[in-house]
């Protein structure tokens, strides 16, 4: 047996993955176009936020110390403007949200506790001392981490850039991605196959998982079993992709000619993986540290082969620490068969007031895509010896 048709195992697939994964370099990117990518800098405030004290009610500033007593209204302090007003003893204002305490105030009542009436303001109840305000610095202090390198940019992380006085940030620069269906037997979606052919489902089910991850997608093709055109494919996508994605062609028949042709313009790592369903996933890196993932080309192996992946590869390669997706311990309810593989089941799972519970979607065959589409989650099941029971506790992978 040739080392490389070995199994190993998928902790072992991915730490080889992850050894061979160098960062893309930085650009910077506008504000606006930032939702998604993956921070390459530290960023810090250039200023305290609020930068002055500010009130987070509607209400009256009031000095607290004057007690339970009417006050005289003398003035209003709305959000974005910073004026004269003073409140003295026995005195209010009105304040807006977000608008700075006047000189003098110290605390805010909220507009439900009062009664204005005539320009005379009625508290009920004694205010406390700085009460409804948010401090200077309270949100950032001006010089401290906003965000660290590496923090993938979600909506609340982009306004915190913003609030922080960033209009650029420096980010990984996007993948460049290619991807090629392989097979004889492939149609495009739109055309009618012909005796023995089916229509091209993986090429497009990619595409869609590559939404959200910044892929620069390069090439999407199909191309037949032929070694020259999968060879000129490979060699021109190489020089122009980060990542470079096959489904089909990797396993053991006479047809599989990415599993031939890959050793001659690559460095293979491993091309069997013990997992089920994607047992014949192939890794291999070019000389320039181009990525090549060989999918199965069976659905849901190409797809669960990517989320394992090729998924956490891009955003790495990005800058993002290694991204798994999260994971939740799920009961059982009903039997399942173990195999002599990490088995990946798919599974519908839902909260019940004793916990999570997880139900299979129906036959588990890698070519039956329907069961994918309807799960929300994948069971990871270690190779067992005894069936795993009803009411057992495992781990589902949330997708």
Not at 53 to 59: H, L, R
Not at 155 to 184: E, F, H, Y
Not at 300 to 327: C, D, I, K, M, N
């Amino acid at each position: 047996m040739d080392e490389l048709d070995r199994l190993i195992s998928p902790g072992a697939a991915t730490a080889l993955v992850r050894s061979k994964v160098s960062l893309l370099p930085a650009e910077s990117v506008p504000l606006a176009e930032l939702a998604g990518r993956v921070l390459a800098e530290s960023v810090v405030s250039e200023d305290d936020l609020p930068p002055f004290p500010a009130s987070t009610m509607d209400g009256y500033a009031v000095r607290a110390a004057d007690g339970e007593v009417d006050r005289r209204l003398v003035g209003d302090r709305f959000a974005g403007k910073m004026d004269e007003l003073t409140v003295g003893p026995g005195e209010a204002a009105y304040i807006t949200t977000g608008a700075p305490l006047p000189a003098g105030a110290d605390t805010v009542v909220k507009v439900e506790l009062t009664e204005e009436t005539g320009g005379v303001v009625r508290l009920q109840g004694s205010p406390g001392d700085r009460k409804n305000i948010r401090e200077p610095g309270h949100d950032l202090r001006k010089g401290e981490e906003v965000a660290a390198a590496g923090t993938l940019l979600t909506p609340a992380a982009i306004g915190l850039l913003a609030a922080a006085g960033r209009t650029t940030a420096l980010v990984g620069r996007r993948p460049r991605v290619s991807i090629l269906s392989t097979g004889d037997e492939l149609v495009e979606p739109g055309e009618r196959p012909g005796p023995g052919q089916i229509r091209d489902s993986n090429r497009f089910a990619l595409l869609a998982a590559l939404n959200g991850l910044n892929a620069d997608v390069r090439y999407a093709g199909l191309a037949p079993d032929n070694a020259d055109r999968q060879r000129a494919f490979l060699t021109d996508r190489l020089a122009d992709s980060d990542v470079l994605i096959t489904s089909g062609g990797v396993s053991m028949g006479r047809k599989d000619l990415m599993k031939q042709l890959l050793p001659e313009i690559a460095t293979v790592h491993f091309r069997q993986v013990s997992m089920r369903p994607g047992k014949p996933i192939t890794f291999a890196t070019g000389g320039d540290g181009a990525m090549i993932f060989g999918l199965p080309g069976n659905p849901v192996s190409s797809l669960v082969g990517f989320e394992l992946f090729v998924r956490p590869t891009l955003l790495a390669l990005q800058g993002a620490a290694w991204p798994e997706r999260p994971r939740l311990l799920v009961r059982l309810s009903h039997d399942v068969q173990p195999v002599q593989r990490t088995d990946y089941v798919r599974a519908i799972i839902r909260r019940e007031p004793d916990g999570w519970s997880a139900t299979a979607t129906g036959d588990q065959g890698s070519s039956r895509l329907a069961s994918l589409a309807a799960a929300n989650a994948l069971l990871v099941l270690p190779p067992e010896n005894t069936p795993y029971k009803a009411g057992d506790l495992v781990d589902a992978m949330l997708i």
